[in-house]
Every structure is written in structure tokens, then in C-alpha cells.
């Protein structure tokens, strides 16, 4: 199974400041001949269901702002929330969608400093 | 729209089981794969089990192989996931969520339902 890993488990940010979560995975997750990472993100917030933020690491969903941003390629992928809103408050998961068992990282909680 | 509604948790015993249902519209339901993810209470998401688009192919979590079956109706837009075999550590949220395309490897889950708690406790 691939281990999804993040960092850190929490993080406390400022509004307007940048908020970065880091995931790791145990093996690549590089699709080479199409050149995809099969990586998503998700943002749940308290008392909703998860949500899809990025695709591919990089590729925004649909209504996503354009203040969340995917990076990363193989094994190591972050998160950045570029200016930190209330409304961004949540935990967050990476989740690769490489091989099945499709596995989550553990979470990052992101909050108001 | 996208609508995915789950229905038919609540609480059984260890050992028992239990029928849960998701009710999708909005999307053409035959044309995608479909999912259910769980959240433990206070805890992260895992993953439980794929089905593709003509549940011709399944997959599995090694903690619910043997024990859960994932099944649809395409005629009326149903997901099903049957769970015997119970335990203490089933319990949880249980989400349906759509996936991105037909088939069931390389998914990701574009859209949630609101989660149905199934609770296994004596």
C-alpha cells in the first residue's frame, strides 16, 4: 500500500498570510507516459463532508479560488493557500489515486493565528 | 447539481449487519464509477470500496474484504454497500462519493454525499 504522509498535523495562520501543507507519499505516484501525478487534495470543514480542491496535484476543480494551489511531482506534493480567509479554516488531505488502496494522508488542520 | 443522499445507518450489534443506501441525481449515474469513504469519529478518511460504472469491477479495503459488498442499480440511480460481519471499529461515517470517471482504478472523488453514521456497539 502507498503511505500518504502530511506535515504538519496542524498549523496556525494568520489572515492574508500563506499557509503550506506538505504530503508525502511512499512511492511515486507518477503516471510517467501520460506524465499525471495521480494526487488530489480535499478541504473538509467541521461538520461537512470532504471536498475536492486540486487533481492531478495541480489541476483546480470547478469554484475552487484561485488562491489554492497544487505542486509537486513523484513523491513529494504541497498545498499552499496563498492568503489565508476565515473561510478556509478545515483539515485538509492528500489522497493518491495511483493504485488501489486508495489512501489518505492523515490530515492538517489549518486555523486562524 | 450533484446529489448524493445515503440512507440507512444507525446502530447494530457486533457481529451484525446492516444495508446502506445512497440515492445519486444529477449526473448521469451509470456513466461513473462510484465510491464509499468512512471518517471514524474524530478521525481521518479511509477509503472502503470502488465500484465501476457497470459493477462489473470491485475493489476492496483489506479491513472490509470478505465482509462488505459494494453493488448498484443503474436503473434507479442506487449505491448499496452491504456490511455483515460488524464491528466495534466499523463504526463510523460512511460517505458516497462520485468518481471522476467509469472505471474504478486511478479514482479520486469529485463529489461527496453527507455521510450516513453507522454505529456498532453492544
Known amino acids: 500500500d502507498i503511505v500518504m504522509t502530511q506535515s504538519p498535523d496542524s498549523l496556525a495562520v494568520s489572515l492574508g498570510e500563506r499557509a503550506t501543507i506538505n504530503c508525502k507519499s511512499s512511492?511515486?505516484?507518477?503516471?510517467?507516459?501520460?506524465?499525471?501525478?495521480?494526487l488530489a487534495w480535499y478541504q473538509q470543514k467541521p461538520g461537512q463532508p470532504p471536498k475536492l480542491l486540486l487533481y492531478?496535484?495541480?489541476t483546480r476543480e470547478s469554484g475552487v479560488p484561485d488562491r489554492f494551489t497544487g505542486n509537486g511531482s513523484g513523491t513529494d506534493f504541497t498545498l499552499t493557500i496563498s492568503r489565508l480567509q476565515a473561510e478556509d479554516v478545515a483539515v485538509y488531505y492528500c489522497?493518491?489515486?495511483?493504485?488501489?488502496?486508495?489512501?489518505f494522508g492523515q490530515g492538517t488542520k489549518v486555523e486562524i493565528k | 447539481e450533484v446529489q448524493l443522499v445515503e440512507s440507512g445507518g444507525g446502530l447494530v450489534k457486533p457481529g451484525g449487519s446492516l444495508r446502506i443506501s445512497c440515492a445519486a441525481s444529477?449526473?448521469?449515474?451509470?456513466?461513473?464509477?462510484m465510491s464509499w469513504v468512512r471518517q471514524a469519529p474524530g478521525k481521518g478518511l479511509e477509503w472502503v470500496s470502488t465500484l465501476s460504472s457497470t459493477g462489473e469491477t470491485t475493489y476492496y479495503a483489506d479491513s472490509v474484504k470478505g465482509r462488505f459488498t459494494i453493488s448498484r442499480d443503474n436503473s434507479n440511480n442506487l449505491l448499496y454497500l452491504q456490511m455483515n460481519s460488524l464491528k466495534v471499529e466499523d463504526t463510523a461515517v460512511y460517505y458516497c462519493?462520485?468518481?471522476?470517471?467509469?472505471?474504478?482504478?486511478?479514482?479520486?472523488?469529485?463529489?461527496w454525499g453527507q455521510g450516513n453514521l453507522v454505529t456498532v456497539s453492544s
Open positions: 492531478w496535484a495541480s
Open positions: 489522497q493518491q489515486h495511483y493504485s488501489s488502496p486508495r489512501t
Open positions: 462519493a462520485k468518481s471522476q470517471s467509469p472505471v474504478g482504478s486511478a479514482a479520486f472523488f469529485d463529489s
Open positions: 444529477g449526473f448521469s449515474f451509470s456513466s461513473y464509477a
Open positions: 512511492q511515486s505516484v507518477l503516471y510517467s507516459s501520460l506524465n499525471k501525478n495521480y
